[in-house]
């Protein structure tokens, strides 16, 4: 004889009204909110790498650094030229107010001046993208480099992977027959 399909277990309800606790085990896999792969943001090469795969890293922790000496000499060049600018817009602007100098000419020292400012702003920022950080609290689960590999920025090769050691997630997917009965927003265990 055919084998008749497997029954639904019998349903309960209670007769005070209050849900029944119910237990149910489902396999499932733990896994990690965030998990990332760290890349650079600019060309250069590896000067020096400060952490190994199994390390906590906290966020904007330094994984590794680009060569950048040419970036700090841009920089103090960047600095003279900025303080040489802003003094020249002093006086600019002593000038103007006791109207030796035009308006234009007082422009043209304060545009200096921010353009200045902006370059080492410029400089700065690429500075900064010479330290490879990371991205958030976790542990350094892959790193795929070594000191003196040639890095390029637009061939996302992957550089750390740094994952973090909370929170868990769990997907369970629950058969039709025992979602009987779970109301939206009820919590489980």
């Known amino acids: 004889p055919a084998a008749s399909p497997a029954a639904p277990p019998p349903v309960a309800t209670a007769v005070t009204g209050s849900p029944i606790t119910r237990t149910l085990q489902l396999d499932s896999h733990l896994m990690v909110e965030r998990d990332v792969v760290v890349t650079a943001r600019r060309d250069g090469f590896i000067e020096m790498i400060h952490v190994n795969r199994g390390d906590r890293v ?49 422009e043209q020292a304060r545009l200096r001046r921010d353009a200045a400012e902006e370059t080492l702003e410029r400089v700065r920022y690429e500075l900064d993208k010479c330290e490879i950080k990371a991205p958030f609290d976790g542990i350094v689960t892959g790193r795929f480099v070594e000191k003196g590999q040639v890095i390029k920025e637009d061939d996302s090769r992957p550089l750390f992977q740094v994952t973090a050691r909370g929170p868990l997630l769990a997907r369970v997917y629950l058969p039709e027959w025992a979602l009987f009965g779970i109301e939206e927003g009820q919590p489980v265990r």
Not at 63 to 80: G, Q
């Open 58 to 106: 906290t966020e904007n922790q330094k994984l590794a650094t680009l060569e950048h000496r040419d970036l700090v000499l841009s920089e103090r060049i960047s600095l003279l030229e900025l303080e040489k600018e802003q003094a020249s817009f002093e006086r600019a602007r002593k000038l103007h107010e006791q109207a030796i100098m035009t308006k234009e000419e007082f």
